[in-house]
T-cell receptor, first 115, second 113 residues
Framework: KAGVTQTPRYLIKTRGQQVTLSCSPISGHRSVSWYQQTPGQGLQFLFEYFSETQRNKGNFPGRFSGRQFSNSRSEMNVSTLELGDSALYLC??????????????FGPGTRLTVL | SQQGEEDPQALSIQEGENATMNCSYKTSINNLQWYRQNSGRGLVHLILIRSNEREKHSGRLRVTLDTSKKSSSLLITASRAADTASYFCATVRHSGSARQLTFGSGTQLTVLP
């Protein structure tokens, strides 16, 4: 099976712009989660989607949003970019089940730089 | 916010030696997972240990979990240069239908040839 893919891999934007990142999960995986990784804050959970519904949201401002499509592909959007949004954005997919087995498979990430 | 801390923050050892990393967390969990990240790349899942398990092995990896102390350790035996990476523990709490991974701050492991 192909792994989790994220596009684009690198992105440079300026303050005030908005950006959309895309994630294609592993075939058959219906849950997609997004994480932000920065040197200062480490890895932080943004949100999780399953069946086109946001199931869980981290502690991020409303400028961060996402959605999931019927084919499980997901996008996240950041509006009115700030310098502090520069980070590696990681997407992870997993099979969704009400069990404790919750291995997540991560994509390579999108490196966003805000100038 | 991060669930807990990892210790040490950085570890440098010689090839062939064992590496031990520790993770502490704050709340009750369903399971704990360890991930590896090579510089600036995505995370790779290494091993998962359930809250009712105390020890688990996978190849050169050994994970222990002490829920009474809210801590876990990852042991890599006979380390190799290719093991150089950042290692993160992540805890999972199930809340209704929602799940999320909460990561520790990570340990940067350098294995010198």
């Amino acid at each position: 099976k192909a792994g989790v893919t994220q596009t684009p891999r690198y992105l440079i934007k300026t303050r005030g712009q908005q950006v959309t990142l895309s994630c294609s999960p592993i075939s058959g995986h219906r849950s997609v989660s997004w994480y932000q990784q920065t040197p200062g804050q480490g890895l932080q959970f943004l949100f999780e989607y399953f069946s086109e519904t946001q199931r869980n949201k981290g502690n991020f401002p409303g400028r961060f949003s996402g959605r999931q499509f019927s084919n499980s592909r997901s996008e996240m959007n950041v509006s009115t970019l700030e310098l502090g949004d520069s980070a590696l954005y990681l997407c992870a997919s997993s099979t969704y089940a009400r069990t404790q087995h919750n291995e997540q498979f991560f994509g390579p990430g999108t490196r966003l730089t805000v100038l | 916010s991060q669930q807990g801390e990892e210790d040490p923050q950085a570890l440098s050892i010689q090839e062939g030696e064992n590496a031990t990393m520790n993770c502490s967390y704050k709340t009750s969990i369903n399971n704990l997972q360890w991930y590896r990240q090579n510089s600036g790349r995505g995370l790779v899942h290494l091993i998962l240990i359930r809250s009712n398990e105390r020890e688990k092995h996978s190849g050169r990896l050994r994970v222990t979990l002490d829920t009474s102390k809210k801590s876990s350790s990852l042991l890599i035996t006979a380390s190799r240069a290719a093991d150089t990476a950042s290692y993160f523990c992540a805890t999972v709490r199930h809340s209704g239908s929602a799940r999320q991974l909460t990561f520790g701050s990570g340990t940067q492991l350098t294995v010198l040839p």
